[in-house]
């Protein structure tokens, strides 16, 4: 069992930066042996992909419209995740949601075991 608790969201002008966390506190298995992601949801939106990252955190993938802006990183001694988010855009406005799951790095929401309530993301422009 994993709990997942985000933090961070707010709200910030195009351009801006914001970093995301999320603490993990898991049962069983240690936390770093999760691969973890970020996805997050736009009103009347399905949810998206944005990032993710291997157990060691050598691995990572992020959708294409991120690339280059966003970093998400791990520190497993912390049990937590980051998401760094700058030149933000009006189209990053959404609900952020962490999520873990025990294979690999996936873009599917489905293969996530885990997940966080959300923190809202709003970018004025």
């Known amino acids: 069992q994993v709990q997942l608790v985000e933090s961070g969201g707010g709200l910030v002008q195009a351009g801006g930066s914001l970093r995301l966390s999320c603490a993990a506190s898991a049962s069983g298995l240690p936390f770093s042996s999760y691969t973890m992601g970020w996805f997050r949801q736009a009103p009347g939106k399905e949810r998206e992909f944005v990032a993710a990252?291997?157990?060691?955190?050598?691995?990572?993938h992020y959708v294409s419209s991120v690339k280059g802006r966003f970093t998400i990183s791990r520190d497993n001694a912390k049990n937590t995740v980051y998401l760094q988010m700058n030149s933000l855009k009006p189209e990053d406005t959404a609900v952020y949601y962490c999520a873990a799951n025990q294979g690999g790095i996936s873009t599917r929401w489905a293969a996530y075991d885990y997940w966080g309530q959300g923190t809202q993301v709003t970018v004025s422009s």
């Open positions: 990252i291997s157990w060691s955190g050598g691995n990572t």
